[in-house]
């Protein structure tokens, strides 16, 4: 199917998704790659040792990262 100007398919020329907010996105890929922040045995929370819940803390980051990232880069219309 052949799209034209007019249809909603085509991308806007004005459109970049170059924003220096994507950067922000590295956070949670590197955090999780540092051995030296989770390679200890205590503290310990609720038994669990640190490995274990840092784990948790990860994806939190990782999804307020993202969430901070959508919002600041989303289109305003």
Same mark, same amino acid.
């Given at each position: 199917? +052949?799209?034209?100007?007019?249809?909603? =398919?085509? %991308?806007?020329?004005?459109?970049?998704? #170059?924003?220096? *907010?994507?950067?922000?996105?590295?956070?949670?890929?590197?955090?999780?790659? +540092?051995?030296?922040?989770?390679?200890? =045995?205590? %503290?310990?929370?609720?038994?669990?040792? #640190?490995?274990? *819940?840092?784990q948790f803390l990860f994806i939190g980051v990782g999804?307020?990262?993202?969430?901070?990232?959508?919002?600041?880069?989303?289109?305003?219309?």
């Open positions: 199917m +052949l799209t034209t100007p007019d249809t909603p =398919d085509t %991308p806007d020329k004005d459109r970049s998704d #170059r924003s220096p *907010w994507n950067w922000l996105l590295i956070l949670p890929i590197i955090l999780p790659l +540092l051995p030296f922040l989770f390679n200890f =045995d205590e %503290p310990r929370i609720f038994g669990f040792p #640190r490995f274990y *819940w840092l999804v307020t990262c993202t969430t901070i990232v959508y919002q600041m880069t989303k289109r305003r219309r």
